[in-house]
């Protein structure tokens, strides 16, 4: 009985079967531009870097790369005492302005959800703006604001502090500067998250006899944490491998990995070193990733 | 009612409005002095188009933004359709190595971009042994806008009806008819917020354009920050407000259309999709 009924159902529906290519055949064709991209232009490249990374520099460098022993010569350099203190220093600046973007977005991101009324897509779209405009050009209206004939000089000039304070090439330029960048990328997701929230809960809590920090932490914040997680690594990493805000607001003394990389593949001249200092930068952010989700729950992605 | 007062604290609006103003203070300090008659510094001296009018004859300029245009146009559209079809074969599709796909596309996303700009100069002097052009500098803004496409119209696909899909093919529909009639119109807005995404970014790339370019093909932002090496100028100040204004212009159409798609019921460009 259900034998022939198996055989009833193969038989309709096997003209429509004969027609479709199987899942697997159907699947790959459609991602075949995208694997022909991503190979030669992402994977390929990827592993030049690899190898450079454990190449010797060419006598003329970098045009004569031999191929050689593999070396660690050039990770040692890496984080040797010249080189470590520009990784440290990344670190150390991604994570300020990380949290800069917390303090500045968390609160903005939960007024625009719960309390900014009918103006609220206007005020979204005033956070997207920033998102969706040149992060260079961006970066850029700082110069005009902190140069030393400046915006901020000049009004400080006004109220009797003085006209003639350097801004530029200090660590709270690029701290500024990073925190600036990547704000709307804590702001989005944050702001997602807070949306979604069941704002009921809030008030029960209130209703229950707790407090406002009691509150925050028991319902707000974990409701609010999908967000945070994604914001803190949708900042975090674009801001330990940046370059435009340490080239155009920093100096020597503000050098930042993505700026010495860059150095090594232009006048420093040493790829391999480069190399080297780039996949130090993908292990660090890999890490980084790895380390904070297992931390605060791989889930609450 | 007091829990309501608790709830609503002034401090919060008065943060708001600080954090606005931060956002925008770099933005319409760079247009208002791209107006200002003085030809460095700060003070106002009286307002002028003139700086707009330089531009006309600015040759250089003009061929960067002309190169500009021809990048971002040419990457969203090849970036678009490789796109949406992978987005459509992960949700459509079972099959093995999907998981790959997924990290390729994560590895792409999270990638620093100096990485992804090394790797490319590299591959293209020592491996492919090409000359840098617009061609190399397309191909790379390709590589890295494809995965932003798919993030997007994922998102869009995962949300739609499958059973439609499989409808149409009970109705005798081939796989072709049930894409371009069921999936495309679906995912249009998926699509068009992909796009839109795409042309932005690739509009404003400096870290990858600047190791895959050659000679003949410097784009807009190469060009202005070559002359930031001249210090800050009020030709720059006019030409970074037009960048932004091309790049509001985009956002505005994305706005209206997804306004409209919106009020028909298929969706809004969603902020978090984005994000």
Not at chain 1, 174 to 191: A, D, K, Q, R, S
Not at chain 1, 202 to 208: H, N
Request: proline share 5%; hydrophobic share 55%; aromatic share 12%.
């Amino acid at each position: 009985m259900t034998g022939s009924r198996a055989q009833t159902d193969a038989a309709t529906k096997k003209p429509a079967r004969s027609r479709r290519l199987p899942d697997w055949l159907a699947g790959n064709l459609l991602l075949l531009p995208t694997s022909v991209w991503f190979l030669v232009l992402l994977v390929i490249p990827t592993l030049l870097i690899v190898a450079y990374s454990l190449g010797h520099r060419g006598v003329i460098q970098p045009i004569r790369f031999t191929w050689g022993s593999l070396v660690w010569s050039n990770y040692k350099t890496a984080l040797n005492p010249d080189f470590l203190p520009i990784f440290t220093r990344s670190i150390v600046y991604a994570l300020v302005s990380t949290i800069a973007c917390v303090l500045l977005g968390f609160p903005l991101a939960y007024w625009i959800a719960r309390f900014s009324g009918r103006l609220r897509n206007l005020y979204l779209v005033l956070v997207i703006i920033p998102f969706l405009t040149s992060y260079l050009i961006r970066t850029y209206g700082w110069l005009v604001i902190l140069q030393r004939n400046g915006v901020l000089n000049s009004l400080l000039g006004h109220v009797g502090l003085g006209n003639q304070h350097l801004f530029l090439n200090t660590h709270f330029a690029v701290i500024l500067g990073l925190t600036y960048g990547f704000l709307p990328f804590m702001i989005l997701p944050l702001y997602a998250s807070i949306e979604r929230m069941d704002k009921s809960l809030v008030e029960a809590s209130y209703d229950l006899g707790h407090g406002k920090t009691s509150t925050f932490f028991r319902v707000i914040l974990p409701s609010a944490l999908p967000g945070l997680i994604a914001g803190v690594l949708l900042v975090f990493i674009p801001a330990v491998g940046d370059y435009v805000t340490p080239a155009l607001l920093g100096g020597v003394k503000t050098q930042m990995i993505g700026t010495t990389i860059y150095d090594q593949f232009g006048s420093g001249n040493n790829w391999p070193l480069g190399s080297a200092m780039s996949m130090l930068l993908m292990l660090l952010i890999l890490a980084g990733v790895f380390v904070y989700l297992s931390r605060v729950g791989e889930d609450a992605l | 009612m007091s829990t309501k007062s608790a709830l609503r604290p002034r401090y919060l609006k008065v943060h708001a409005v600080i954090v606005f103003a931060f956002l925008f203070a770099p933005i319409v300090g760079l247009i208002v002095f791209s107006f200002n008659k003085a030809r460095s510094g700060t003070h106002w001296t009286g307002f002028t188009t003139h700086w707009y009018g330089d531009l006309l004859h600015d040759e250089p300029a003009l061929h960067a933004f002309r190169n500009t245009l021809k990048v971002a146009v040419s990457a969203t559209i090849l970036a678009t359709i490789i796109g949406t079809l992978a987005a459509f074969a992960l949700t459509r599709f079972t099959f093995r190595g999907r998981a790959a796909y997924s990290t390729l596309i994560f590895v792409s996303l999270v990638m620093p971009e100096i990485v992804m700009a090394i790797s490319l100069t590299a591959f293209y002097h020592r491996v492919a042994h090409v000359n840098l052009s617009i061609w190399t500098v397309i191909a790379a803004h390709v590589m890295f806008c494809i995965a932003f496409v798919v993030v997007v119209v994922k998102a869009r696909l995962a949300q739609f009806d499958n059973r439609l899909v499989e409808a149409a093919a009970d109705l005798g529909a081939t796989p072709v008819q049930a894409f371009t009639r069921i999936v495309l119109p679906l995912a249009a807005p998926g699509i068009f917020a992909g796009a839109m995404l795409a042309f932005v970014i690739s509009l404003d790339d400096f870290l990858i354009t600047s190791f895959t370019s050659g000679p003949g093909s410097t784009t807009l932002p190469l060009y202005i920050f070559g002359q930031l090496r001249f210090g800050v100028s009020p030709s720059i100040n006019a030409l970074s407000t037009i960048v932004l204004a091309t790049g509001l212009l985009v956002l505005a159409i994305a706005g209206l259309y997804s306004v409209r798609a919106g009020r028909r019921g298929s969706g809004a460009i969603d902020a978090t999709a984005l994000g």
